[in-house]
């Protein structure tokens, strides 16, 4: 049990995301970096997580994500895979952010080679702020919709920009 990050109320392991599926038709393998940071967030994400539709009748959830007529889609399923609804978002808000991410991701895998520790550190910083207002937009979005804390918004937010990455 864990303290619902919202009301502060105790929430039980209905309220989280059990499963998540990316829409693999959407993904391309290019990067290892970029394969490394997915994997790393689909697994921190499913070990611990606070996901609730408004209003749902609870849990666990299976995530589908996936990008169709540029909508962020949130196809949320109950643990026996029996749909609950989509959710969908506007891609356009999240371009400019998801951009600049890519940008400072490539600086900062480009600098890990042989950049002095003191750049690396700054790259770093950068780019987690822009994590953190990728993950912050993602919560405001999601207002009214899905209720999540602010480290399932990050995790969520990474794998919407692995989504986001074209051949």
């Known amino acids: 049990m864990a303290d619902n990050p919202t009301t502060g109320t105790t929430i039980g392991p209905d309220h989280r995301v059990a499963n998540i599926l990316l829409d693999e038709n959407n993904i391309v393998r290019l990067n290892p970096d970029i394969e490394h940071e997915r994997g790393v967030a689909i697994f921190d994400l499913l ?60 600086s900062y895998f480009e600098a890990i080679k042989t950049a002095p520790p003191s750049q690396i550190e700054a790259i770093d910083m950068g780019r987690r702020g822009l994590h953190n207002d990728g993950s912050a937009l993602l919560r405001e979005r999601l207002a009214g919709k899905i209720e999540i804390d602010d480290n399932t918004a990050r995790r969520l937010f990474t794998l919407i920009c692995v989504l986001h990455i074209r051949a």
């Open 47 to 106: 070990e611990d997580n606070y996901f609730e539709p408004v209003g749902s009748p609870g849990g666990p959830y299976i995530l589908h994500l996936s990008i169709a007529d540029n909508r962020l889609v949130f196809d949320i399923h109950k643990a026996d895979d029996s749909p609950l609804g989509k959710i969908m978002l506007a891609l356009s808000p999240f371009r400019k952010i998801v951009k600049d991410y890519f940008a400072i991701c490539d």
